[in-house]
Structures are given as structure tokens and as C-alpha cells.
């Protein structure tokens, strides 16, 4: 073999030789998505894993999965096998299990009224849906969409999960990837996409309010209160239980205060190890030759209206509390009523100190954030209990 014969082979070996300039872009992407989580901080956590599985998986497609002709699956790189755990719906529930136990419901138990505020934010999540629906999405599909409205990265992947798999026995194209990654994106990006819309809806004279202290919760309303909800949603909306009963069965688990190992394992191990291998398979769906497609623009368009949509939502709903209690209640804690927790939370709390360096809004913004989780898993409830 001559030199350029040799240096030809040795080409065609590397990862560049069969790539197109969607993998590039999409290469340049998860750089961008590695540059804010590093150097700005936005939710590492999240965007660490998930822009460094774009990144190998556009350097390297068979490192995740290998389609035939029909989308049959051929065969299964390192992430298309942690993609496993996505696809049987493992991954959103231990998450909960994990979220649960880092969850403090007192700012919630204390303050019930706060609850309405995440159920506020939930108006984003149907307004993506009938958004999807005039952009000519199927029913299935458009429910999955709606979700991403509703900041929770988990619910997201469990719901879209569940009905692509309907709208794909229909002939359609499943949308799983897209929707996986603009939720766990907006979600990572609250810090960026919600400062300008509080500021945009709120005086300064509202952000000023300062907030009566939160009385303190017992242990035992903090006991009854995860097994409370678990009967009564299971009951009224059973499609709902897998994930609200994974969340309260993890914040139980804190509260009662018996298990410690449970608790630690559930905080810190198994919701870190999950948080690295969801983000890696969420960032290996994002695979530039088969992700780069109109129908993934609209999806990220809804979904970013969908999620200026809750906070706004949230926003008026702090709004109209605020006006009801002539002025008790800080307006920016509504747009914590989306379920990205606890980074909503931290958003109104830095918003709140811009104006007042002494005003400290995090435990009552975690009131409404709290229940945009709960109200987030009952709406995805909802939407599969009718199309599921």
C-alpha cells in the first residue's frame, strides 16, 4: 500500500470522514451548550451531560443506534443501550424518586394558597397543544408537546414516551427526541428566558413586596401530605400515580425520617447517576441527519411559547393574589409555577434581590414551584388518560 492509498484509508477511518454539515451544526450547538453551562453556570447539572452526548453522537452516530431501511433498530452503540432507560420509562420515576427527596412541600402545606399559582402555569401546556394542532400535528403528538409547556424534562420523556408509541403504529414519525431535548433545554435556560418576562409583566413597586415569614410546618402535616396526595390522585387521575407516587414516595421517605441511608442514597447517588445518564441519552437523540427537520423547529417554537406562556400565566395569576390580599403577596412568585424546580425558584429570588438586596422570595417561590411539579404530573395525567 503507498502513502496516499494508507493516508486515504486513514481518512475514511476518522469520525469527520461521513459527516454533513447538520452534525456540524448540531456539534456546535452542544459547544454552546458546554460554554453556558460552564462558564455561566446555567444548570450544569443538566447541560453538561447533555451537551456532551450531542457532541459524541455527532462525532460518532453508532455510538448510538443503527436504523435499517423500515426504522427497525440494527443495532445498539454504548448510548443507545443507556437509552434503554428512556424508552421503558425508567429513568423520569427514579428521577422523581430522587426529586422527591430533595423536596421540601412545607413553603407549600404553609402557604396552600400558592397551589393555584401552579396550576396557573399549567395554561402553557395547553396552549402548546392546540398550538401543535393548528401546525398540523396529530393528537398524539400534540399532547406530547403540550408537556414540554409544563418545565419538566421527566414527565416530558414518560408522556411522549407513551404516545408517540400510538402515533407512530399510525405511520407518523416519532417526535420523542425533539421533545426530550426542548424540554430539558428550556428547562436548563429558565435562568436566561424567564428575567425578561418577569420584568416585562412586573413593576418595581410589585417586585419590592416583601413577604410575610412562612409559619412553621410539623413534621407530621409534612408525613401525611405525601401519602395525602399520592390516594387522591391516584384515585381522581390514575395515569398520573407512576410519577407523583415516585415523587411523594421519595419525599416521604425525607420526612419520616427513619430510613436515613434510603434518603441519602435517593438524594445524592441514585439522582446523580440518573441526572448523568438521562442527560447523556436525552443529547444522543440530537443525532444532526435525522434531528435537524421542520417538524423539530415547530416543536422548539411551541415549546418555547409554551414555556413564556406558563410563566406569563403564572405571572397573572401572582398578580391577581397579590391584588386580592392588597398587596401580601409578591407577584414574581408566580412564575416559579412551572415545574423546573428548583431553578424557577432561584430565578425569583435573584430577581427579588436586584431590587432589594434584603427581600429573601425562595422558600415562597418554592410554594408554587413545588406544585407546578404535582400540577405538571396531573396534567400529563390528564392528556393520557384521554388520548392514551
Not at 441511608?261 to 447517576?273: K, P
Amino acid at each position: 500500500m503507498n502513502i496516499l492509498a494508507f493516508v486515504s484509508e486513514f481518512l475514511k477511518s476518522t469520525g469527520f470522514y461521513n459527516l454533513d454539515y447538520r452534525n456540524y451544526i448540531m456539534i456546535l450547538i452542544g459547544l454552546v451548550f458546554l460554554y453556558l453551562a460552564i462558564k455561566k453556570d446555567f444548570e450544569p447539572y443538566l447541560l453538561v451531560p447533555i451537551s456532551f452526548g450531542i457532541i459524541l453522537v455527532n462525532l460518532l452516530p453508532e455510538i448510538y443506534i443503527t436504523y435499517g431501511p423500515n426504522g427497525e433498530i440494527l443495532e445498539r452503540g454504548l448510548l443507545g443501550w443507556l437509552h434503554v432507560g428512556v424508552e421503558c420509562e425508567l429513568y423520569p420515576c427514579l428521577i422523581f424518586l430522587g426529586i422527591g427527596a430533595t423536596t421540601d412541600f412545607g413553603p407549600l402545606i404553609a402557604n396552600k394558597k400558592t397551589m393555584l399559582l401552579g396550576a396557573a402555569a399549567q395554561v402553557g401546556i395547553f396552549v402548546a397543544f392546540f398550538g401543535a394542532l393548528l401546525l398540523g400535528f396529530n393528537f398524539f403528538d400534540a399532547a406530547s408537546i403540550g408537556i414540554i409547556g409544563g418545565a419538566d424534562g421527566p414527565t416530558a420523556i414518560l408522556v411522549s414516551n407513551k404516545l408517540n408509541a400510538l402515533s407512530v403504529a399510525g405511520g407518523n414519525i416519532s417526535i420523542t427526541a425533539p421533545i426530550a431535548l426542548a424540554a430539558y433545554s428550556y428547562m436548563a435556560l429558565v435562568p436566561i428566558i424567564f428575567p425578561p418576562i418577569i420584568r416585562l409583566l412586573t413593576t418595581k413597586k410589585e417586585r419590592l413586596i416583601k413577604m410575610e415569614q412562612l409559619r412553621d410546618v410539623s413534621k407530621t402535616e409534612k408525613i401525611i401530605f405525601p401519602i395525602v396526595v399520592t390516594l387522591v390522585v391516584a384515585i381522581i387521575v390514575p395515569s398520573a400515580t407512576p410519577l407523583i407516587g415516585c415523587l411523594m414516595l421519595g419525599n416521604l421517605i425525607k420526612e419520616a425520617g427513619v430510613v436515613p441511608n434510603l434518603y441519602t442514597t435517593l438524594s445524592n447517588s441514585l439522582l446523580y447517576i440518573c441526572t448523568i445518564l438521562l442527560g447523556l441519552s436525552v443529547g444522543a437523540t440530537a443525532q444532526g441527519t435525522t434531528f435537524l427537520t421542520i417538524s423539530t423547529l415547530k416543536i422548539f417554537a411551541l415549546g418555547i411559547t409554551a414555556f413564556i406562556i406558563a410563566a406569563a400565566s403564572g405571572l397573572i395569576g401572582g398578580k391577581v393574589m397579590c391584588a386580592l390580599t392588597k398587596g401580601k403577596v409578591n407577584p414574581m412568585i408566580g412564575a416559579a409555577g412551572v415545574s423546573a424546580v428548583p431553578m424557577a425558584a432561584r430565578v425569583v429570588q435573584k430577581e427579588g434581590q436586584k431590587e432589594d438586596p434584603s427581600n429573601f422570595l425562595l422558600m415562597h417561590a418554592m410554594g408554587p414551584n413545588v406544585a407546578g411539579v404535582i400540577g405538571s404530573a396531573i396534567a400529563a395525567g390528564i392528556l393520557l388518560t384521554i388520548f392514551g
